[in-house]
């Protein structure tokens, strides 16, 4: 076989350690971000932050952050590589129970509260220093104190004591040694004397125990010996709303089992979870929303952006010995650089997306969630002509501030279902019109979700009652028997 020699032009991607750079920093979010810039602020001495908020500056420098023009780049699987080098350089248990302590609902995005300061006060405080200071106080022995204390020990995180009296017998200390059957009703006697500390109900070892330990701790009254007895015999059908059985047992009123219901509600279930510790975790959003004559603006948020640039004492030596002993510190300089320029890319990418986001969707910055349009990443892709992959990363854990609240970018996409008139409705409308609907309905004839999928349907929106259960759940929403009230 002869052997010969031929000349071949082939074109391949090659991802530089810049372009993974962009990539990656992309795809961070700004807690994640900043985490990073720390890192690279802490290993490279040429890179400072600009406390004055002056432009990044790159001493002799300044045309590596030119704007260079978008390449056409016709093959698709490509175009998400070839574009950061080609652009510019910038358990529901039936009963609703109210929000206490750690077990306060999902947060809203609407919802902008913090925690109050009783709640910041409470969990600079665990439980136990809380009963510990209590027991201090009591008129106790000093033996049967460490009984109590040793029970203390043994309490979950929501304030009741998981192990059985028994069980806690065999893993007493030596010093609590002697027959079983005496320490056992030590310990029942300490358990009553734990149980009657604050907050009301720790000390339980169940939920039903929990209930009528609180209401025992309340003035009697008709109400309280009517929500005794459910707590004690009927706990289960409450639950389940099945309020017939409960007054046919107690032969009740309807009124007299409504405010029974309303006490039972006002109580605390998981009475140590107030003194959890907060993970309170805010969120800095990436951009800004306004409405500017008459149209929906996005500019990026100042506060979440590091501003950044070059060390110019450094930068001054490194042209001075550029000639010997300089190369590690031209590395460092060009790392730099390019550190600078692909945050301020990874920024400006994140307002062009931003921003068509919002022109889309700008029906629901004036009207709300009812109003908000079906939309993939493809529209946002070709919109601002980036690929889709790139769309995904950019909307990962980004937020935009509105005067509606703040959002992930994420939460503007969604599927569609047809409407009789041949257009699509957004699955984020049709949540909305569901919680319309249920925050509407008589509470002794809820809405089942077939009616709600016939409603929707007068509306001209075609929508199968499993897909109405699927969005029900989504919105944390309980079934129809589940929902209804006296």
């Known amino acids: ?100 302590g750690s077990q306060r609902n999902p947060r809203d995005p609407n919802d902008e509260s913090d925690a109050d300061a009783g709640e910041l006060q409470a969990a600079a405080t665990s439980l136990r220093d809380h009963l510990i200071s209590q027991l201090a106080l009591s008129q106790l022995s000093g033996r049967d104190r460490l009984r109590v204390a040793f029970l203390v020990e043994a309490l979950n995180d929501d304030g009741y004591l998981a192990q059985t009296l028994e069980e806690l017998v065999d893993v007493l200390p030596e010093d609590f040694a002697g027959e079983s059957d005496e320490v056992l009703e030590d310990l029942s006697i300490a358990l009553k004397h734990l149980q009657s500390l604050d907050p009301p109900g720790v000390g339980a070892r169940n939920p039903r125990e929990c209930l009528l330990l609180q209401l025992a701790n309340l003035p009697p009254s008709a109400d309280n010996t009517l929500a005794t007895a459910i707590v004690a015999n009927h706990l289960e ?83 001075q010995q550029r000639s010997n002993g300089g190369s590690n510190l031209a590395g460092q300089l060009q790392e730099a650089k390019w550190l600078i320029k692909n945050v301020q890319q990874r920024f400006d990418t994140i307002a062009r997306v931003s921003q068509a986001i919002v022109d889309r969707q700008r029906a629901f910055f004036d009207h709300g969630e009812v109003a908000m349009r079906p939309l993939t990443l493809r529209e946002i892709a070709e919109t601002v002509e980036l690929h889709e992959s790139t769309i995904s990363r950019v909307t990962t854990q980004k937020y ?87």
């Open 1 to 100: 076989m002869k052997q010969t020699l031929q000349l071949r032009l082939s074109q391949h991607l090659a991802l530089t350690p810049q372009l993974q750079q962009s990539i990656r920093l992309l795809q961070l979010s700004s807690l994640e971000l900043n985490q990073e810039i720390e890192q690279a602020l802490q290993e490279n001495p040429l890179l400072e932050r600009d406390e004055a908020g002056e432009a990044a500056l790159f001493s002799g420098a300044g045309d590596a952050l030119s704007h260079t023009q978008k390449d056409e780049q016709p093959s698709a699987p490509a175009q998400e590589e070839r574009e950061y080098a080609a652009e510019p350089e910038w358990g529901h248990d039936g009963m609703d129970w109210p929000a206490s």
């Open 400 to 486: 935009l501030a509105s005067p509606r609240g703040v959002y992930e970018l994420k939460y503007f996409f969604g599927s569609h279902v047809a409407t009789d008139t041949g257009g699509a409705a957004s699955s984020t409308a049709i949540r909305a019109l569901i919680k319309q609907l249920v925050g509407a309905e008589n509470g002794q004839k809820p809405l089942s979700d077939a009616r709600i999928a016939e409603i929707l349907g007068e509306q001209g929106i075609v929508v199968a009652r499993r897909t109405v259960a699927k969005y029900r759940e989504s919105l944390s929403i309980p079934p129809v028997n589940l929902r209804k009230t006296l």
């Open 237 to 319: 059908q409450l639950a389940n709303r099945d309020y017939a059985k409960i007054k046919k047992a107690l032969g009740c009123e309807d009124e007299a089992l409504r405010d029974a219901q309303t006490l039972i509600r006002s109580l605390n279930p998981r009475p140590g979870a107030q003194f959890a510790a907060l993970d309170t975790r805010y969120i800095v959003p990436d951009v800004v929303v306004r409405k500017l004559r008459g149209s929906w603006v996005v500019n990026l948020n100042q506060e979440a952006m590091p501003r950044l640039r070059i060390n110019r004492l450094y930068a001054s030596l490194l042209r």
